[in-house]
């Protein structure tokens, strides 16, 4: 008992906490709305700077191995890669629409575009997944040659920040149902979008450097 | 629960048992359980150092094999930096006082405060879980050597990464606090120096950490999948793997010292009945320190292949970060002058910091002339000068800042004397442990040594023997901290710093009402006409 | 002073005066402040709990006093740095070029005439040299400290060192990037010999070796070789398990390998172990060690692996 209590205290740790945390913020409203974009803002700094991490790699082994980079790029399936570049887009914008939406109370709206967000990064993985298990079925893997490690470590990378980013709309959309957003209370939504978008950025990024090589 | 609300009731009462510390958002409770955290591992990687410095009694084997010893300096390097000394200071004081100091109830995301240090906890967690195959490659886990070892390399660097987030999230925490918290008229030129040195020490954290955290993911990566990114094998670069490292490990060596220095910064004044000396310099160099600190992380690989304009380059700017820190030395100094100085423990671990930091930084300036690191690089003189600035530094500033907020975290005193008796013992050990390293590397002694050389015995031996004089003073340290006198006053130093006007220890909601604050955080001393 | 080692080169004396510089810079600073910290702890003690103290808050002359020196020397430092390390690093025209070959836990040397060394380098004095250097496995790196030179050595990529020697004698090389369990032991000696002598070893008249070991019994000329060629880097002679089997008791034993066969260890085994240890058909790796030994094909005359074999039949 004593430890399924413990288990649910760390997935719902507000529940164990002093009552002021949830009640009464010690910060007005305004404070925290502008608090939390900062916050996030350096958060997204942070995800750019891992990326670039792996830019810089990329950008040093295609400097030395030009024609490795040419070779496995012509490889790859630019038909989905575009596919999946417009769905990313696409559903940034939907993001985009829900976080206006909540800032004029139109939940319904809200609810619909995070659906769809949802639903358009549920396609992009799907067809990652197409992708990935081509290449695997075709005995190209991480490991495979450089081109190769990079391109599924970056796009490994980044679906994962897409899963992350699934799960926190996720929870946002669950939370719209449950009445906790309105137009004085969206902040939630709006750092969820901010992250949604950096996840789209960074894709528009990869796509032309590992599809679109020479 | 108690009631929240009830502001007669201090942050160590409110509240008893293991859920109401562990489940805390109360940022003091969260910094003394990072002090503690940090103690425990800090204890546990001298002992490892104990050991390293036993071995090396005699020339071959003295107790330990040469795996053990090469996995006890891998143990070693990798709990005190990224257990200890990373978070460090940070965390623990910088949880503790940045609130009191800005006039605020909490951190800005004190949820996020808490699950900052479970993330601590889990990533330290995985670290120590790889001592079931424990890992040899030293703390910089250069490859190729960590991708063909057969020991539990992965465990680390996922604990390391893991360890990141923490980093990361007090970072913004932090940065955010201090821009959307800070009580009313208290302006950017009124804040205590210890927070503008943790506000250069969060940018680093957030800026730096995403770097080695991709790094490690690579190495990860590299071990699990071979990708070949650093395994010179298959085509890849193993200097690559050193640039992103050091990217990250540079600028955590001002990770690890710009706290430090915001402590000094706080202790002199009080000690000295002065303002500080040339608050601005000091603010605005450890801004400079960050950003140059991001610019010269080439400084560790002028032996390792790169080439030679790239080494030029960072040579020039290792100097350029070398200004900023001397202007802090001499500003730090004369903040005594013309005052009423008192030489408290908390002051002598501040004015010892001053003197071995200073050493440690003028033998960077050998490590940062080109010709001559040649010759230094990886040898002991760069173990004595990593741990001047590291000991010399951050843990004597840690010291300090122990003995100094001890009435205000713990709402009593302890025995000046006896701590004053640990400090000697402490200065001395710790100079005839490290001083001895630094003939022994002008001499070539070569650092990660299992065994050396008979010409080098007698030097390693002193060495060895300080250790000894080190641990005694560190017990006593411990034994009179842990022996409270009495209690303490709300002020005993007689302090104007926000965080002493309040009772000791503070109440959980720190204020009642959000002071406004007037003057500066050094309004010591009468005005008169300055002298030239 | 002997707080620096040996010099031994041109490039010795350049690294010296740098530390010499250095240090005076360094012990004049310490000084300094040293004095104005205990000057000012004592002439301002405090004397009663209400001292009276003047609020100076700053003071421009003194701090752009304090930013201009230090940055001052610092120019001075780089400079001196930045000059002798172009030197070092600009190859002379003409130098004697050496490939040197890291492994672990050994370091080999190639020379221009074919003339292949293993652990002990050959260079003649006063004559420029260069060496060629890579590795096998993991990072390594080349340090002689009587040179005062040092270069990380990397897989699948060239780095290099340039030094003249000026002295004769026998120095130390070291292993300075750590490679692993006998990291400490991956040691080589670097012999400066005259002109004269350096023709007669260069010309494969290797009197001077034969000389060396004149009137010695095998096994006493084994044991040497068992240090200076590197094999005590793994294989210890008292029993206990290295990166390779003990040589303790090791002739006659039955020895059991890593895909199944056994053979008795005699003369001929510990001969193709030698020369071919890990490449099979000839290569036997025993069980439980890894492949990892290095060939010494080449790298030892035939009267010395026999020395070995004479020397490993007394360990018991």
């Known amino acids: 008992m004593q430890i399924m209590k413990f288990i649910k205290s760390l997935a719902y740790p507000s529940e164990m906490l002093p009552p002021i945390v949830e009640e009464e913020s010690h910060f007005d409203p305004e404070t925290e709305h502008s608090a939390a974009k900062l916050g996030m803002w350096l958060f997204l700094a942070t995800e750019l700077l891992l990326f670039g991490g792996l830019f810089a790699a ?75 298990s081509y290449k695997l079925s075709n005995g190209i893997g991480p490991g495979t040659d450089i081109f190769y490690s990079i391109y599924f470590a970056a796009t490994g990378v980044h679906m994962l920040h897409v899963f992350i980013g699934m799960a926190v709309l996720g929870v946002i959309l669950k939370r719209t149902y449950e009445g906790r957003y309105s137009k004085e209370k969206f902040t939630a939504i709006e750092i969820g979008g901010l992250y949604w978008h950096l996840v789209d950025l960074i894709w528009i990024y990869l796509f032309p450097l590992l599809y679109l090589v020479g | 629960m108690t009631d929240h609300h009830d502001f007669d009731k201090n942050y160590l009462e409110n509240g008893k048992g293991f859920k109401s510390w562990f489940f805390t958002v109360d940022h003091k409770r969260l910094g003394v359980m990072y002090l503690w955290a940090i103690g425990v591992f800090f204890v546990l990687a001298a002992i490892a150092s104990f050991l390293i410095r036993f071995e090396h009694l005699s020339p071959g084997q003295t107790i330990i094999s040469a795996q053990t010893y090469n996995v006890l300096f891998t143990l070693h390097g990798a709990v005190m930096v990224f257990l200890f000394i990373v ?47 424990p890992v040899d490659t030293g703390w910089t886990f250069y490859t190729p050597y960590s991708i063909d070892t057969g020991t539990n390399v992965i465990l680390v660097t996922f604990g390391v990464f893991v360890l990141g987030f923490s980093s990361i999230l007090t970072g913004i925490n932090f940065i955010v606090s201090m821009h959307k918290l800070r009580a009313p008229g208290l302006t950017w030129d009124r804040l205590p120096l210890f927070c503008w040195a943790a506000y250069a020490t969060s940018l680093l954290q957030v800026l730096a950490t995403p770097v080695v955290g991709i790094t490690l993911l690579l190495l990860i990566g590299e071990r699990y999948f071979g990708l070949g990114f650093f395994d010179p094998a298959k085509g890849g670069d193993p200097v690559l793997f050193q640039h992103f490292f050091w990217f990250y490990s540079h600028p955590a060596v001002y990770i690890m010292i710009l706290p430090a220095m915001g402590i000094i910064s706080e202790v002199i004044p009080v000690f000295s009945r002065k303002p500080i000396f040339g608050y601005k310099a000091i603010a605005y160099s450890s801004l400079a320190i960050a950003l140059i600190s991001f610019l010269v992380w080439g400084h560790h690989m002028f032996t390792s292949g790169q080439s030679k304009l790239i080494n030029i380059i960072f040579s020039v700017i290792t100097f350029a970060v070398a200004v900023p820190t001397a202007i802090k030395v001499f500003n730090w100094l004369w903040t005594m002058y013309k005052g009423s100085v008192e030489l408290s423990a908390a002051m002598l671990y501040s004015l010892a910091f001053i003197f071995l930091f200073t050493i440690g930084g003028l033998t960077g300036l050998f490590l940062g002339a080109l010709a001559a690191d040649v010759h230094l690089h990886d040898t002991y003189f760069v173990v004595a000068h990593m741990h001047y600035v590291m000991i010399g530094g951050t843990v004597f500033g840690l010291f300090s800042a122990i003995h100094f907020w001890y009435p205000k975290m713990w709402g009593k005193m302890f025995d000046e004397f006896k701590a004053k008796i640990a400090f000697t013992l402490i200065f001395i050990g710790f100079n005839i442990v490290f001083f001895p390293q630094f003939i022994l590397g002008t001499q070539g002694m070569p650092r990660r040594y299992f065994n050396y050389a008979p010409e080098f015995e007698t030097l390693h031996q002193l060495s060895t023997y300080g250790t000894w004089i080190l641990g005694v003073g560190f017990i006593y340290m411990l034994y009179t901290l842990f022996k409270p006198v009495g209690a303490a006053d709300s002020n005993p130093y007689r302090s104007v710093s926000l965080e002493w006007q309040m009772p000791s220890p503070p109440p959980t909601l720190n204020f009642k009402e959000i002071p406004t604050v007037t003057t500066s955080t050094y309004d010591y001393g009468t005005k008169v006409e300055q002298e030239a | 002073m002997d707080w620096l080692p040996t010099s031994a080169s041109t490039f010795a004396p350049q690294v010296d005066s740098i530390l010499w510089l250095v240090t005076i810079i360094s012990v004049v600073s310490c000084i300094l402040v040293g004095f104005l910290l205990i000057y000012f702890v004592v002439k301002y003690r405090r004397r009663s709990d209400n001292d009276q103290t ?88 080349f340090f002689v400290p009587a040179f005062r030179v040092k270069q990380d050595v990397i897989g699948n990529r060239y780095t290099f060192i340039n030094f003249t020697p000026t002295k004769e004698g026998v120095f130390d090389i070291y292993c300075t990037e750590y490679c692993g369990i006998s990291h400490s032991d991956m040691l080589a000696k670097v012999h400066v010999v005259s002109d004269i002598e350096y023709a007669k070893w260069e010309s494969g008249d290797s009197a001077d070796v034969e000389n060396a070991y004149a009137g010695m019994a095998p096994d006493k000329i084994g044991e040497q070789l068992y240090s200076s060629k590197g094999c005590v880097a793994c294989h210890s002679i008292d029993g206990a398990n290295g990166v390779g089997p003990s040589w303790k008791n090791l002739f006659g034993l039955e020895r059991e390998f890593i895909d199944g066969t056994k053979e008795i260890a005699d003369e001929n085994y510990i001969k193709t172990s030698i020369l071919y240890p890990v490449n099979p058909p000839q290569g036997k790796v025993v069980k439980g060690y890894a492949p990892v030994m290095p060939s010494y094909q080449g790298l030892l005359s035939d009267s010395e692996i026999t020395a070995i074999i004479e020397y490993i039949k007394t360990i018991k």
């Open chain 3, 54 to 141: 003047p609020a100076i808050t700053h003071d421009s002359f003194l701090e752009t006093l304090w930013t201009v020196i230090p940055t001052i020397l610092c120019i001075l430092i780089f400079i001196y740095g930045y000059v002798y390390y172009d030197k070092y690093t600009t190859p002379t025209k003409g130098a004697y070029e050496i490939n040197v070959t890291a492994q672990r836990w050994s370091w080999s040397f190639a020379y221009p005439n074919g003339k292949k060394t293993f652990n002990e380098l050959y260079v003649p004095i006063n004559k420029p040299v260069r060496l060629v250097m890579q590795s096998k496995d993991v990072l390594h790196s």
């Open chain 1, 58 to 132: 990329y950008a040093i082994f295609r400097a030395k191995y030009p024609v490795m980079f040419a070779e496995g790029s012509a490889n790859l399936d630019v038909v989905l890669g575009s596919v999946n570049t417009v769905i990313l887009i696409f559903s940034s914008w939907t993001v985009a629409v829900a976080v206006t939406a909540i800032q004029e109370n139109k939940i319904k709206l809200v609810q619909v575009m995070l659906w769809i967000t949802l639903i358009c990064a549920a396609i992009f993985g799907i067809n990652k997944y197409f992708e990935y």
């Open chain 2, 87 to 133: 978070p460090g200071v940070a965390a623990s004081f910088g949880n503790f006082l940045i609130p009191l100091m800005i006039g605020a109830r909490d951190v800005i995301f004190p949820k996020l405060n808490l699950y900052s240090f479970w993330i601590y906890c889990a990533g330290s967690l995985i670290l120590l879980l790889s001592l079931a195959a």
